[in-house]
């Protein structure tokens, strides 16, 4: 936010017309958040901004970018279309006449009218045929993008011609969103599914708030369809308050059983925008029929509970999903730490970043019903936040949060009469010494203007803003003690009914107040007058200036021709330095080319070195792969010659071996021979021997 803050002051503070691509380059990179941030803290910024943006629209085409993201900041928006009527009216026709082909007059366009026209800017007729244009595109081509531009119509400034569609146009419509929830599945496609229950509501709505519940739409003779003369809204009440309600309950509560995850999981945001549209849409449900789903789901009811517990969830959304658990049903206990994060929630507000409506819509859904399981000391804590914010916060911190905690505490003054645990919970913490005598201490810092840091230089918080802020902060909080005090019996208000007064004239004295700024007072930044063209001044008949004297006309005259020649040297600068921002582009254009070569060489030369650096370190890998190869080759030879002289080795020795083997072979043939022989002698002697025995018998 600082540095669009910076850029805006360089805008702003110039005293001659300058570019603003520097603040297109800036606001594309600014979240919303921040951009609506700005906006607060440099609320007397806005109109000298706003001309500029006008001034330089018809010189510079991507200013229409700029203007685009900056209205999604209420203030900004107001100021563009009050400060030139025919804005608005001149990009719808723009949008009309391409179709939709140039997206950038259609979405700005539709970020110009995604909140309420100011009361005193009229509805361009051309809205009524931009919206159906959209209805047309999207039933053509059906995506998440196009039915949410008729969504952000419809619940903004649109919602008014809902209620003045013929019967024929309006059947149509139904045809159109009942054909693209046919052809939603998928994740994304269910986001798509939502968006279309959500027109449905409005449409549903609307029709009831104009014509009446069971009232009958008026007979029209309407050229497209003869048939849809007396339109009603069955097919679309089916599905809030008929046979198809229980698809609808099983579809939110599965799309919000799919967004409780942590916030890791969920860079982009799109578990908060499912729970928020699931909240709109269950708006528009009847009560009875989610009473009648809860009872019948009670598991899912029990699953989802659980899920809303998941640590490191987005504060936004876990708040956002206890309030669709409690609009459930009465009879639905949550878990006492679920009371617990809504607890917290309320006390850190600035944490859950929602947009005014969404924060409004969640809390009417749920505060009344979750506010009795309150601890009793939660309400001292709530009063000491409202007073810390408001005597020792930074103006940051105010600025962020000043516009919930008073929307807040406004929802909470608007129940203390029918809910009495609220109301006791209130004047129990007025009933403390402590209390009492911080919220006497707290008058007291009121009573003083401390100095506050608002900057340095020019780039300094608009004091107007912040003093606006903190007085409706501070007459919130005594509207909602005087609230809960009157409300009360006599007998529970008798120890802190001297406060009362003072309470009173603290609230009295921020009504009456009317802060300026001296930001705008020093540097004149003052929203300058349109003055009226010198030719129609001429054109104009004389009236009651015919009276004045005549130094009094030439002096009316002379301001009206210097009132003309003013805007004649405005729209001429304007033309300088539009040729000056272009000469310089040209000129600049070589030397940005180069830059680009350059750039184109530079990654070329670092691919490169990254290149030769890999080849380096192959050819380092092959070289070692060929060493190590090199060396277990010597080995294996090494061993091939020691093997082949084992070889040798053995072969002589079985040499010797065969040798010595054939000559014992030789010896013992020998023995044995010799051996036959002897044994041959010895038999023919042992037979001689037995022959002569025999004789000798």
């Given at each position: ?9 360089r805008i702003?503070f110039?005293?001659?017309p ?12 600014t979240?919303e958040?921040?951009i ?43 100021s ?13 026709t ?79 419509l ?29 449409i ?11 009232a ?6 309407h050229?497209?369809?003869?048939s849809?003369?007396?339109w ?12 198809k309600?229980?698809k ?58 659980e ?47 929602m ?16 506010s ?17 914010l ?9 600025f ?36 009492r ?10 009573e ?27 007459s ?5 003690l ?86 004649s ?20 254009e ?18 490169l ?13 092959r ?6 190869l ?29 040798r ?8 013992a ?22 022959a ?6």
């Amino acid at each position: 936010m600082d540095i669009l803050a910076a850029e805006v002051d360089r805008i702003v503070f110039t005293p001659y017309p300058t570019q603003l691509k520097s603040l297109h380059d800036i606001v594309s990179r600014t979240s919303e958040a921040n951009i609506c941030l700005w906006a607060s803290c440099y609320h007397c910024r806005i109109p000298s901004l706003s001309q500029a943006l006008i001034d330089a629209l018809p010189q510079w085409p991507y200013v229409l970018e700029i203007i685009t993201r900056l209205s999604c900041a209420l203030d900004v928006r107001n100021s563009l279309v009050l400060r030139e009527p025919s804005l608005l009216p001149r990009l719808l026709t723009h949008a009309l006449e391409s179709r939709g082909e140039s997206r950038k007059y259609v979405d700005a366009a539709v970020a110009l009218l995604s909140h309420p026209l100011p009361s005193d800017v009229p509805l361009p007729a051309t809205a009524q045929n931009f919206m159906l244009q959209l209805f047309d595109l999207a039933a053509t081509q059906p995506n998440a993008a196009t039915v949410q531009q008729i969504h952000r119509l419809v619940y903004g400034a649109c919602k008014p011609i809902l209620g003045i569609l013929s019967p024929g146009v309006l059947a149509h419509l139904e045809d159109y969103i009942f054909s693209i929830l046919k052809s939603s599945s998928g994740v994304e496609d269910q986001s798509l599914g939502m968006y279309c229950l959500a027109i449905m509501r409005m449409i549903l709505e609307k029709f009831q708030t104009e014509v009446g519940n069971d009232a009958m739409w008026p007979t029209f003779d309407h050229p497209i369809d003869s048939s849809n003369s007396q339109w009603t809204p069955d097919a679309i009440k089916q599905f809030f308050n008929g046979n198809k309600t229980h698809k609808t309950m099983q579809l939110l509560v599965l799309r919000v059983i799919w967004a409780c995850r942590p916030e890791s999981a969920d860079p982009t945001g799109q578990g908060l925008t499912s729970v928020t549209l699931v909240n709109q849409i269950l708006a528009g449900v009847s009560q009875s029929a989610v009473i009648e789903w809860s009872y019948k789901n009670a598991v899912i009811v029990r699953k989802l509970q659980e899920k809303c517990l998941v640590p490191d969830i987005l504060p936004a959304l876990r708040f956002q999903v206890l309030t669709f658990l409690s609009s459930l049903s009465d009879k639905v206990v949550l878990p006492s730490q679920a009371t617990l994060f809504y607890e917290r929630s309320l006390l850190d507000l600035s944490a859950t970043s929602m947009k005014h409506e969404h924060l409004d819509m969640s809390l009417r859904l749920s505060l009344f019903r979750l506010s009795s399981n309150f601890k009793s000391e939660w309400w001292g804590e709530l009063l000491d936040k409202v007073m810390d914010l408001l005597t020792n916060s930074p103006p940051t911190e105010l600025f962020n949060s000043a516009d919930s905690y008073i929307l807040f505490l406004g929802c909470i003054a608007d129940m203390v009469d029918e809910n009495e645990s609220c109301r006791r919970g209130i004047l129990a913490t007025l009933h403390s010494g402590h209390n009492r005598q911080k919220l006497e201490y707290f008058f007291a810092d009121l009573e003083t203007s401390p100095e506050i840091d608002t900057g340095h230089s020019t780039n300094r918080f608009c004091i107007a803003s912040y003093t606006t802020w903190r007085n409706k902060l501070k007459s919130s909080l005594c509207s909602l003690l005087l609230r809960a005090a009157l409300a009360a019996p006599q007998e529970e208000t008798s120890s802190i009914r001297r406060m009362l007064p003072e309470i009173l004239r603290h609230h009295a004295v921020v009504e009456s107040s009317k802060p300026a700024c001296p930001i705008c007072v020093q540097t004149k930044l003052k929203a300058p007058q349109r003055p009226t063209p010198f030719v129609e001044i001429e054109a104009t008949p004389e009236s009651q200036d015919a009276s004045l004297h005549w130094k009094e006309r030439l002096g009316a005259v002379m301001q009206t021709h210097a009132k003309y020649q003013e805007t004649s040297l405005v729209a001429s600068f304007i033309n300088i330095c539009h040729d000056l921002e272009a000469r310089c582009e040209g000129v600049e254009e070589p030397l940005r080319l180069e830059r680009q070569k350059f750039n184109g060489l530079e990654k070329r030369y670092a691919g490169l070195n990254k290149a030769y650096g890999e080849l380096e370190g192959q050819v380092m890998d092959r070289d070692l792969r060929i060493n190590a190869l090199e060396a277990e080759n010597d080995r294996h030879e090494n061993d091939l010659a020691a093997s082949s002289q084992e070889t040798r080795d053995l072969m002589q020795r079985i040499d010797t071996l065969a040798r010595e083997l054939q000559e014992a072979n030789r010896n013992a043939q020998c023995d044995i021979d010799q051996l036959k022989q002897e044994r041959q002698d010895l038999e023919v002697q042992h037979a001689t021997a037995v022959a002569c025995k025999e004789e000798a018998f």
